[in-house]
């Protein structure tokens, strides 16, 4: 597979192919403060029908791959020839991060998952998210989203939609319905956040997925696995490839978000990623140097432990324990 360098400035050009074929691109959009040329990667596949164009982003945060190891296998395992409609995939969106195995850019110290839509006068990220919000996500009549724990944390799988605030009903009803025909064990009513590249799109018409699967700095083959199979199930239920791969539509739903710590130290989590637990039940122990306990965070409610601390040094503010309720929907 030959590998063509275009600038995002490009118009078209950037995410045009035959019908029928796949294209991989590195697509140019600044040049870094040592002079270097920045770029993104992307993947174009054009089935040989007209379809819907759905767009798959992951590595938006530069430590998470599980979603980049799912959107290569992807492009592998499609056959263009038996595609209805478009697939642009950006297996790994933050090329700085990614290259520093950080969750922000090291260039500009940005987290991209804040500065949707992005500004093309602005630093590194700000470009980077200009650049892929116009020239890819623009063009998306579906966008997929894939994140992950990253180093600092773990998730259960969970297909993220957007309920109220800026978003219309039409495409909050749309989101849902990508969400449950991804087919992983849950659904989780994503928290609306300015800036993250889902619930921009979402408020820009699209149809969006945000999704979390695993974590822990590494990536499980199991993880990969399952992100591979959501997006081979959404592409089925779309109508855009064979419908053996539709997975059953998932229906239990989490609400909720994380627990922060208000002191640093050690946090000890003592209980499992994805168990159930009671109201006022002990979930996490933070520890002094000593190994003294300084506070213990209990459950607010009966619920799920829908991601933990992976990482155990702690800040004071960072995320401690994920514990949500369930529903269903
Ligand atoms: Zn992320």
Not at 44 to 58: K, Q
Not at 159 to 176: I, N, P, Q
């Amino acid at each position: 597979m030959t590998t063509v360098t275009i600038a995002a400035s490009s118009g078209a050009a950037v995410t045009a192919a035959a019908p029928g074929s796949r294209v991989d691109r590195l697509v140019t959009f600044a040049v870094a403060p040592d002079g270097t040329e920045q770029s993104f990667p992307l993947i174009v596949i054009r089935g040989s029908h007209e379809g819907p164009t759905m767009v798959f982003t992951a590595g938006i945060h530069g430590d998470e791959f599980e979603g980049p190891a799912a959107l290569w296998r992807l492009a592998e395992a499609l056959d263009p020839s038996q595609l209805r409609g478009t697939l642009l995939l950006v297996p790994i969106a933050n090329a700085s991060a990614f290259a520093a195995g950080m969750r922000t850019s090291p260039v500009d110290n940005e987290n991209l998952a804040r500065i949707f839509p992005g500004n093309a006068e602005g630093t590194l990220s700000h470009r980077l998210a200009d650049a892929l919000m116009r020239t890819v996500v623009e063009k998306a009549d579906i966008l997929i989203d894939s994140h992950s724990g990253g180093v600092r944390l773990a998730f259960v799988p969970v297909a993220g939609f957007y309920e109220g605030g800026d978003v219309s009903a039409a495409v909050t009803a749309r989101s849902l319905q990508i969400a449950k025909q991804m087919g992983i064990e849950y659904l989780w009513q994503l928290p609306p956040v300015n800036g993250v590249l889902s619930y921009e799109a979402a408020r820009r018409g699209i149809a969006v997925c945000g999704a979390e699967i695993g974590g822990r700095g590494n990536c499980l083959p199991e993880d990969a696995e399952n992100y591979l199979g959501a997006y081979l199930s959404v592409l089925a239920h779309q109508g855009m490839i064979d419908p053996a791969h539709k997975r059953a539509e998932t229906t239990a739903c989490l609400e909720g978000d994380w627990q922060t710590t208000p002191d640093a130290g050690y946090l000890e989590t003592v209980v499992s990623l994805g168990s159930r637990v009671g109201k006022g039940e002990t979930v996490a122990v933070l520890h002094d140097a000593l190994g003294q306990t300084i506070r213990e965070f209990p459950a607010g409610f009966d619920g799920r432990v829908m991601a933990v601390r992976h990482l155990n040094s702690v800040q004071s503010g960072d995320l401690a324990i994920c514990v949500v309720k369930e529903t269903i929907r």
